[in-house]
């Protein structure tokens, strides 16, 4: 499993693997909203947590149709499927993969756009708290719809069009935490909530993708 986490990161930092892609869309997001709602201060710090939880979805979201389709593409998944190693526990690790090559730069990145948006100081830590709690679903919830998909010509649209319903329940719940903290309110019941979200995408959802690529590759 190890050796099958190291490969796919080793494949996400060369050229054209996806790494810094998600944080470069994230970068420009946050840059050009400033400039298309206008200078006021006040309206920036209200739609700062929303728009940034919004560009760390659509940022996740980028790499999605490359998770399985070049492993499909070369064979590799046809290996995995026989492999000693449970599948299960192959797309586990390629999630995690998704998620150290996509949702944790934007976790650390986070506090830095955020400044841009002119969150306030106090909302800083809520927002990393809930980007940490929440991007791991947005990951794994990938896995899943890139599972359902594979072998789909050109089948980005399909994957976005299942998975961004799924997202939803993250979105508003990281965003709620968000504002809520940056606003002095208790943020702990969507934080909660949005590790429970978490914790459930990563306890069942490799499962279910298993079982879809089971069914597709045969």
């Not at 840059?31 to 996740?60: D, E, K, M, R, Y």
Request: net charge neutral; charged share 10%.
């Amino acid at each position: 499993m190890i050796a099958l986490l190291l490969r796919d990161l080793r494949l996400a930092f060369r050229a054209g693997g996806g790494f810094g892609l998600g944080l470069a869309f994230f970068l420009i997001l946050v840059t050009l909203v400033p400039f298309s709602v206008g200078p006021q201060n006040a309206l920036l710090s209200s739609i700062a947590p929303g728009i940034l939880w919004l560009g760390a979805l659509l940022a996740c979201l980028l790499s999605l149709d490359r998770l399985l389709a070049l492993d499909f593409e070369d064979g590799t998944l046809d290996v995995l499927i026989t492999a000693p190693l449970p599948l299960e526990a192959a797309l586990a690790a390629k999630a995690l993969a998704h998620w150290i090559t996509t949702g944790l730069p934007l976790v650390v990145a986070a506090p830095v756009l955020g400044i841009l948006l002119n969150l306030p100081v106090q909302g800083m830590g809520w927002l990393v708290l809930s980007l940490f709690l929440g991007t791991p679903a947005l990951s794994v919830i990938g896995t899943f719809g890139a599972a359902l998909t594979v072998g789909i010509k050109r089948g980005g649209l399909l994957l976005s069009l299942l998975v961004l319903p799924l997202y939803v329940p993250t979105l508003i719940f990281g965003a709620e935490a968000a504002r809520r903290g940056a606003i002095g309110m208790a943020a702990e019941t969507p934080l909660l909530m949005l590790a429970g979200i978490s914790l459930g995408a990563i306890a069942l959802l490799p499962f279910a993708a298993a079982a879809a690529l089971r069914m597709t590759i045969r």
